[in-house]
C-alpha cells in the first residue's frame, strides 16, 4: 500500500496573521482519512506553523532549501534549519523554481542529495511545458528530470515522493485530463521500474499537481496511480483544500 498525500504549496502567499488564521480553520475542519495532509507555508511563518499544528496531524513542509550545509549564502536556508524547527519534508524542483530561479537538474541533485542525508523527506516535482506536450516530447522530458532521483541510493527512495506537475497545468485553470494524469503516472512507474526496480516503482508515492480543485479531485485521485496531489491555489481556502483531502 503506497501513502497517500495531500500537500498545499502555499507559494509566496500569506502573512503571519494569515497563516494562523487558515492553519486554525485546516485543523478544526481537517477530516479523520487515512491521507497525509501537509501544508507548506512560507518560511518565515514555518516555526509558527509547526507550534500551531503541534496536536494536529496536519504536517508542515518547506517549498525549498539550500544544498550546502551552512555558510557564505545570503538569503538561504539549510536543512539543518529545517529539521532544527520541527520540519520533515521539503518541496523541492517546483517548476517555478526552475523556470524563475534557474534550478536546473544539477543544482537539483545536490539539494535532493542533501535533503536525503540531513533526513528530511523530499517531494520533488518534476513535469512537462506545453511545447514538449505538442510535440509529444513529454515522456522524454519527464524521464530526464527524473535522472536526478534515478541517481539515488536505494536506501533513499523511501524518503521521496514525486510529483508530477505538467507546467501548462500549473495556475493556469486547465487542469491535465484524469487519463493524461494516469498515463503519465503510469509511464514513471515504468521509467523507474527500469532504470531503479520494481518494487520501488510500486511503493513510490506520486501525486499530481495543475489547477487541482474541489470540482476534479475526485476522479483525478480515482486513477490507480495517483496518489494524492500537491494543490497550489486552491490549497488557500479552507474549504477547497479540505474538499479536496475529502476527495482523497
Ligand atoms: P495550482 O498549483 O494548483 O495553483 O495549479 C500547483 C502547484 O504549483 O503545485
Same mark, same amino acid.
Given at each position: 500500500?503506497?501513502?497517500?498525500?495531500?500537500?498545499?504549496?502555499?507559494?509566496?502567499?500569506?502573512?503571519?496573521?494569515?497563516?494562523?488564521?487558515?492553519? =486554525?480553520?485546516?485543523?478544526?475542519?481537517?477530516?479523520?482519512?487515512?491521507?497525509? $495532509?501537509?501544508?507548506?507555508?512560507?518560511?518565515?511563518?514555518?516555526? @509558527?506553523?509547526?507550534?500551531? !499544528?503541534?496536536?494536529?496531524?496536519?504536517?508542515?513542509?518547506?517549498?525549498?532549501?539550500?544544498?550546502? +550545509?551552512?555558510?557564505?549564502?545570503? *538569503? +538561504?536556508? #539549510?536543512? %539543518?534549519?529545517?529539521?532544527?524547527? =520541527?520540519?520533515?519534508? $521539503?518541496?523541492? *524542483?517546483?517548476?517555478?523554481? /526552475?523556470?524563475?530561479? =534557474?534550478?536546473?537538474?544539477?543544482?537539483? #541533485? &545536490?539539494?535532493?542529495?542533501?535533503?536525503?542525508?540531513?533526513?528530511? /523527506?523530499?517531494?520533488?516535482?518534476?513535469?512537462?511545458?506545453?511545447?514538449?506536450?505538442?510535440?509529444?516530447?513529454?515522456?522524454?522530458?519527464?524521464? +530526464?528530470?527524473? &535522472?536526478?532521483?534515478?541517481?539515488?541510493?536505494?536506501?533513499?527512495?523511501?524518503?521521496?515522493?514525486?510529483?508530477? +506537475?505538467?507546467?501548462? @497545468?500549473?495556475?493556469?485553470?486547465?487542469? @491535465?485530463?484524469? %487519463?493524461?494524469?494516469?498515463?503519465?503516472?503510469?509511464?514513471?512507474?515504468?521509467?523507474?521500474?527500469?532504470?531503479?526496480?520494481?518494487? $520501488?516503482?510500486?511503493?513510490?508515492?506520486?501525486?499530481?499537481?495543475?489547477?487541482?480543485?474541489?470540482?476534479?479531485?475526485?476522479?483525478?485521485?480515482?486513477?490507480?496511480?495517483?496518489?494524492? *496531489?500537491?494543490?497550489? =491555489?486552491?490549497? !488557500?481556502?479552507?474549504? %477547497?483544500?479540505?474538499?479536496?483531502?475529502?476527495?482523497?
Amino acid at each position: 500500500m503506497r501513502s497517500k498525500i495531500v500537500a498545499g504549496n502555499w507559494k509566496m502567499n500569506k502573512t503571519m496573521a494569515q497563516t494562523e488564521t487558515l492553519l =486554525g480553520e485546516l485543523a478544526a475542519k481537517v477530516p479523520d482519512t487515512d491521507a497525509e $495532509v501537509i501544508v507548506a507555508p512560507t518560511f518565515v511563518n514555518l516555526a @509558527a506553523a509547526v507550534n500551531q !499544528l503541534e496536536a494536529s496531524v496536519i504536517q508542515v513542509s518547506a517549498q525549498n532549501m539550500h544544498y550546502a +550545509e551552512n555558510g557564505a549564502f545570503t *538569503g +538561504e536556508i #539549510s536543512a %539543518d534549519m529545517l529539521l532544527d524547527i =520541527g520540519i520533515g519534508t $521539503v518541496i523541492l *524542483g517546483h517548476s517555478e523554481r /526552475r523556470s524563475l530561479f =534557474g534550478e536546473d537538474s544539477a543544482l537539483l #541533485s &545536490k539539494k535532493v542529495h542533501t535533503a536525503i542525508e540531513k533526513g528530511l /523527506r523530499v517531494i520533488f516535482c518534476f513535469g512537462e511545458e506545453l511545447e514538449d506536450r505538442k510535440s509529444g516530447n513529454h515522456f522524454k522530458v519527464v524521464e +530526464e528530470q527524473l &535522472k536526478v532521483v534515478f541517481d539515488l541510493p536505494l536506501a533513499s527512495w523511501k524518503h521521496i515522493v514525486l510529483a508530477y +506537475e505538467p507546467v501548462w @497545468a500549473i495556475g493556469t485553470g486547465e487542469t @491535465a485530463s484524469p %487519463d493524461q494524469a494516469q498515463e503519465m503516472h503510469a509511464f514513471i512507474r515504468k521509467a523507474i521500474t527500469s532504470s531503479v526496480n520494481k518494487e $520501488v516503482a510500486d511503493k513510490v508515492t506520486i501525486l499530481y499537481g495543475g489547477s487541482v480543485k474541489p470540482n476534479n479531485a475526485q476522479e483525478i485521485f480515482s486513477k490507480p496511480d495517483v496518489d494524492g *496531489g500537491l494543490i497550489g =491555489g486552491a490549497s !488557500l481556502k479552507c474549504d %477547497d483544500f479540505m474538499a479536496i483531502v475529502k476527495a482523497l
